[in-house]
T-cell receptor
Framework: AQRVTQPEKLLSVFKGAPVELKCNYS??????LFWYVQYSRQRLQLLLR??SRESIKGFTADLNKGETSFHLKKPFAQEEDSAMYYC???????????????FGKGTLLTVNP | DAGVIQSPRHEVTEMGQEVTLRCKPI?????LFWYRQTMMRGLELLIY????????DSGMPEDRFSAKMPNASFSTLKIQPSEPRDSAVYFC???????????????FGPGTRLTVT
């Protein structure tokens, strides 16, 4: 069965400091990993996905299959980055045609001024 | 597009009462998901539908929970009878099938905060 682990429930950094939100996964198939973010009083929304290899709002995440990790990084944190971040794994059924997301428990990031 | 719409936004009910949560997915999306969010367990998938058909309900906690999708634009999650431990935020999300059956991103509704006293 698939599992996503985010070891830190809370993470606090100062503005301008680097930030790394950790995510580890276990999955027997070929994983697709995502980071979702929920800002205060807003909906949960997609931040980035590994398959796109993109940088969104200065955040990047690299899939490391050897370490089964997908850590989210930003070199210089901003106050507006304060939010709840969820790592998610997409898995398919045996037929390969359906999928669902398994979420980690989330990390609450606070960026202090 | 207003995005995924959920109602009510807040629900307070007494133990033993029936609760019905409603969701309208984004037009054109063929997947619909129901999640429950609690401090202890985080975000859990309860059930999901594809083309109005339930595909995986293994996350539904017990028989008190049921979900339906009578058409492509409407789904309900019902709890009968409700219990205090059902108190949580319930999210609905929708998505559309991507290339080779791989899903695109899921779009979430604002959630329904349920309190059972």
């Amino acid at each position: 069965a698939q599992r996503v682990t985010q070891p830190e429930k809370l993470l606090s950094v100062f503005k301008g400091a680097p930030v790394e939100l950790k995510c580890n996964y276990s999955y027997s198939g070929s994983p697709e990993l995502f980071w979702y973010v929920q800002y205060s009083r807003q909906r949960l929304q997609l931040l980035l996905r590994h398959i796109s290899r993109e940088s969104i709002k200065g955040f990047t995440a690299d899939l490391n299959k050897g370490e089964t990790s997908f850590h989210l990084k930003k070199p210089f944190a901003q106050e507006e980055d304060s939010a709840m971040y969820y790592c998610a794994l997409s898995s398919k059924n045996s037929g390969g045609s359906n999928y669902k997301l398994t979420f980690g428990k989330g990390t609450l990031l606070t960026v202090n001024p | 597009d207003a995005g995924v719409i959920q109602s009510p936004r807040h629900e307070v009910t007494e133990m033993g009462q029936e609760v019905t949560l409603r969701c309208k997915p984004i037009s054109g999306h063929d997947y619909l998901f129901w999640y429950r969010q609690t401090m202890m367990r985080g975000l859990e998938l309860l059930i999901y539908f594809n083309n109005n058909v339930p595909i995986d309900d293994s996350g539904m906690p017990e028989d008190r929970f049921s979900a339906k999708m009578p058409n492509a634009s409407f789904s309900t999650l019902k709890i009968q009878p409700s219990e205090p431990r059902d108190s949580a935020v319930y999210f609905c999300a929708s998505s559309r099938t991507g290339l080779a059956g791989v899903g695109y991103e899921q779009y979430f509704g604002p959630g329904t905060r349920l309190t059972v006293t």
